[in-house]
């Protein structure tokens, strides 16, 4: 058994590692060359996961065809180029997809991405509170794994638990998939909040009311409130709304601080999927008549369209409502 990683940044390159500790090969496809032969040559990845001593049995390589033998293979692109790597991808294999996002021009989720660009393969997601250094260095973590055909997702816990790598099941893949596309989107509001130091009951506020759109637009989309309120879409808001370490939120502070949205997204190698989700999951919103004041205030922010004050009054201003 080998198992295939497919995207090199940080956290395909941890997951890579975690799956690599015990001396299992493991292929690891990356797009720049450059990272290829740093990982080979010094088992390091100083672009994007820094400081971190590889395990020598991950190969990395830029040749998709290396795959073609692995009895798994997860798909940890950026959310907005999942459709052009897993086309690529051998056909057949069992595609976990470990990105977080909705994509731009279609609204569909990852899942229904990938069954578009890959028929025959079978789908799994994998989402949860996950820093990728954190679970590099082997810290315990638990995280969701999705899989409608239970027995393939019992398997594949299987093939990717660790002694701290705790998989828990669940066949509801449109909830994890929601909990972690719109977990991106709320961290932003969270960073902002912080940047323009609006203090921390603005925080918790803006997570307790986040997590409430969240569900809306997951329970009309089909999801389940327990996968909801879970590791893929409640934990992982907590995590990624509470820390400079998510780059979500380290954007959304940025824009508090007063940074325009063009400056701080212009040139970045490192992906904040919550910039790229936030329109779609506003359209996809509206057109589902859902309401999410928090994520249409993100828009607005991202689009330089209002002055911060003006975004902040707005939604302080909100008519009273029952919780
Ligand atoms: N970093 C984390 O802690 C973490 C944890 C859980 C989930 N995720 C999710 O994993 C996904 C990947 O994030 P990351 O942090 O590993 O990335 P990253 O920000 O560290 O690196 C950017 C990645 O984008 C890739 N890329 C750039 N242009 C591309 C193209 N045209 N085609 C294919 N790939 C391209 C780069 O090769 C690189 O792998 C995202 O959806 C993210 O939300 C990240
Ligand atoms: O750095 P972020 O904001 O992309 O968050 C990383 C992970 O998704 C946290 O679970």
Known sequence: MKAGVIGAGAW???????????????????????????INATQQNPLY??????????????????LGDCDMLLVVSPAQHLRSVVRQAPAGVPLILCSKGIEAGTGLLMGEVARAA?????????????????????LPTAITLACEDAVLGAQLAARIARPAFRPYLSDDVTGAEIGGAVKNVLAIACGVADGAGLGLNARAALISRG???MTRFGLARGARAETLGGLSGLGDLVLTCSSTNSRNFSLGKGLGEGRSAAELLS??????EGAFTAPVLRDAARAAGVEMPVVEAVCALLADAAPLGTVIDALLARPLRPE
């Open 267 to 272: 040139n970045r190698r490192t992906v904040a």
């Open 49 to 66: 996961l820094p400081g971190i001593k590889l395990a020598p049995s991950i190969r990395a390589t830029s040749a998709m065809a290396d």
């Open 12 to 38: 395909g390159t941890a997951l890579a590692q975690l799956l690599a500790a015990d001396g299992q090969v493991v292929a690891l496809w990356a797009l720049e060359a450059d990272v290829v032969d740093a």
């Open 211 to 213: 997590f409430a759109e």
């Open 118 to 138: 890959q028929p025959t393969s079978p789908i799994a997601v994998l989402s949860g509170p996950t820093f990728a250094h954190e679970v590099a260095k082997g």
